[in-house]
């Protein structure tokens, strides 16, 4: 009983913590840490201008790993506001179910995800540990789409990839290990939606919609000015 009481104890001591004040307004936060995108992708049937809809055919995207950076500001005690940023992801895009020989690696595209998001922490200030939810919007900017020399030796032709907006979840903990230094973790879904077109010779215009919607893992570092 001593013994359990006093293990309690050390655990609130170590939740409790000595630290004056997790967050508090005013607050800017800056993580950086390893970011990993991986898409949940759904598409629709591949289309071309000649046969309409194909049948069993899909577009798949692999996942990737980047640098990624936080920026956040205390409104309140407990509510901040968030931007999400990171060097350049890029995926390998995959096209399954094509007659002839098409299917296989078609080509690969790189993107920008910034993501403004609301961040809450419902626990009090004093507390290490600091657990987050947070509720944002995202913008997907597309570039360097391009096909792989398979898929232009396929008779395909240029690749495009619409830019996205959608909505984003997210839920993370930071541990403070002293008054300014944390530890980071995190967890988000973001609602990325584009329609993928490109040419080619004998089937004329074609487009697929890829729902990407990636769950996106980042862990890292964080410094509290
Ligand atoms: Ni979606």
Do not use: C
């Not at 800017?28 to 289309?47: K, L």
């Not at 626990?123 to 020399?149: E, H, K, M």
């Not at 487009?207 to 570092?221: E, I, S």
């Amino acid at each position: 009983m001593i013994r359990k009481t006093l293990s309690a104890s050390l655990l609130a001591l170590a939740i409790a913590a000595p630290f004056a004040q997790a967050f508090e307004a005013g607050d800017i936060i800056v993580r950086a840490g390893a970011i990993t995108v991986d898409p949940q992708e759904d598409s629709s049937d591949i289309s071309t201008a000649v046969t309409g809809p194909l049948s069993g055919t899909k577009v798949g995207l692999d996942s990737d790993t980047q640098l990624g950076l936080n920026f956040a500001y205390m409104l309140t005690n407990n509510i901040g506001i968030e931007l999400l940023a990171a060097t350049p992801f890029t995926h390998d895009i995959t096209a399954k179910g094509l007659p002839g020989g098409m299917s296989g690696d078609f080509g690969e595209v790189s993107h920008l995800p910034p993501t403004l998001s609301v961040v809450y922490y419902p626990l009090a200030s004093q507390s290490a540990f600091q657990p987050y939810v947070g509720l944002g919007v995202n913008y997907t900017w597309f570039f360097d789409d391009s096909l792989s020399s398979k898929a232009e030796s396929d008779g395909f032709n240029g690749l495009e990839l619409d830019d996205s907006w959608g909505l984003a979840a997210q839920v993370g903990m930071d541990y403070m290990l002293t008054d300014n230094v944390m530890l980071n973790a995190q967890v988000r879904y973001i609602d990325i939606d584009t329609e993928a077109t490109s040419n080619h010779a004998a089937l004329g215009k074609v487009k697929v919609d890829v729902d990407v919607d990636p769950m996106v893992y980042m862990v890292g570092l964080g410094y509290k000015f």
